[in-house]
Nanobody, 115 residues
């Protein structure tokens, strides 16, 4: 069983930046893909970014060029650097990892972009 702890969310002005962090702990045998999803008020949860063990990344079209996902395998952590934020990025952001062929989700961290 794996637990995920997220941090870094908050209130930021349009055009600003935030860096989200997610740390995996618990009974970790191995971690495969690590990624981020988000859910805006009244919307379905959507894919944001993912990174593989080898460092390959994929992004949603809406965040390409603005967000960067990275990971630190030694620390069992994944990050999401978010730049040029706009109000449409306002959502609860969830960390997701796969370990032992099973998915694990974080509790979510609120990101609010508003002037």
């Amino acid at each position: 069983q794996v637990q995920l702890g997220e941090s870094g969310g908050g209130l930021v002005q349009p055009g600003g930046s935030l860096r989200l962090s997610c740390a995996a702990s618990g009974n970790i045998v191995s971690i495969n893909n690590m990624g981020w999803y988000r859910q805006a008020p009244g919307k379905q949860r959507e894919f944001v970014a993912i990174i593989s063990n080898g460092g390959s990344t994929n992004y949603a079209d809406s965040v390409k060029g603005r967000f960067t996902i990275s990971r630190d395998n030694a620390k069992n952590m994944v990050y999401l650097q978010m730049n040029s934020l706009n109000p449409e990025d306002t959502a609860v952001y969830y960390c997701k990892v796969t370990s032992g062929w099973r998915p694990y989700w974080g509790q979510g961290t609120q990101v609010t972009v508003s002037s």
